[in-house]
T-cell receptor, first 117, second 113 residues
């Protein structure tokens, strides 16, 4: 069974640029959630994707957007990068039942470290 | 709205000593609670979870946590610390209709030889 993978591992961008981060979910999972972890802080929920649609969003501006593909992998896109976007971006996959609220346990990938200069 | 508070941003113990990491939660509904561990430059690994079954939950690597509704607590313990336990530990509660996790600020555990 393959776990959650993320790419790239590290990324350096400059202010104003755009970035795309990728996540492959664990086998059998249909839901992907993205979190931002600033240095010295706990992860903060960005948004969740289920059935290729955004299924909830935290307190992040619209320049944070995403996609989910038919194979349940996902992308996180950030436009107009700001210095405060420097963080570890974590992807978590889980299984969501059609009839249920919420998802089962979330399993995290290793993260992508984004540095904005 | 759900939230968690982790008491103590840094805990230091000697190898072989008891580990106690504190977490208090706030929730308007019966909570689902989690402990995750993060080793340097890595993602989060699930240690254990509480989903309204047994109040004493056993996890990996010898860790366990006890859900106490009267104290709104979910403290993490391990009887005997090992050097390899040095890491950052996060308590989380499941919140929102989509089940996203709400994390505490984390507690960094140091283990002295």
């Amino acid at each position: 069974e393959t776990g959650v993978t993320q790419s790239p591992t590290h990324l350096i961008k400059t202010r104003g640029q755009q970035v795309t981060l990728r996540c492959s979910s664990q086998s059998g999972h249909n839901t992907v959630s993205w979190y931002q972890q600033a240095l010295g802080q706990g992860p903060q929920f960005i948004f969740q994707y289920y059935r290729e649609e955004e299924n909830g969003r935290g307190n992040f501006p619209p320049r944070f957007s995403g996609l989910q593909f038919p194979n349940y992998s996902s992308e996180l896109n950030v436009n107009a990068l700001e210095l405060d976007d420097s963080a570890l971006y974590l992807c978590a996959s889980s299984f969501k039942r059609t009839s249920g609220r919420g998802t089962d346990t979330q399993y995290f990938g290793p993260g992508t470290r984004l540095t904005v200069l | 709205a759900q939230s968690v508070t982790q008491l103590g941003s840094h805990v230091s113990v000697s190898e072989g000593a008891l580990v106690l990491l504190r977490c208090n939660y706030s929730s308007s509904v019966p909570p689902y609670l989690f402990w995750y561990v993060q080793y340097p430059n890595q993602g989060l690994q699930l240690l254990l979870k509480y989903t309204s079954a047994a109040t004493l939950v056993k996890g990996i690597n010898g860790f366990e946590a006890e859900f106490k509704k009267s104290e709104t607590s979910f403290h993490l313990t391990k009887p005997s610390a090992h050097m390899s336990d040095a890491a950052e530990y996060f308590c989380a509660v499941r919140g929102g209709s989509q089940g996203n996790l709400i994390f505490g600020k984390g507690t960094k555990l140091s283990v002295k030889p």
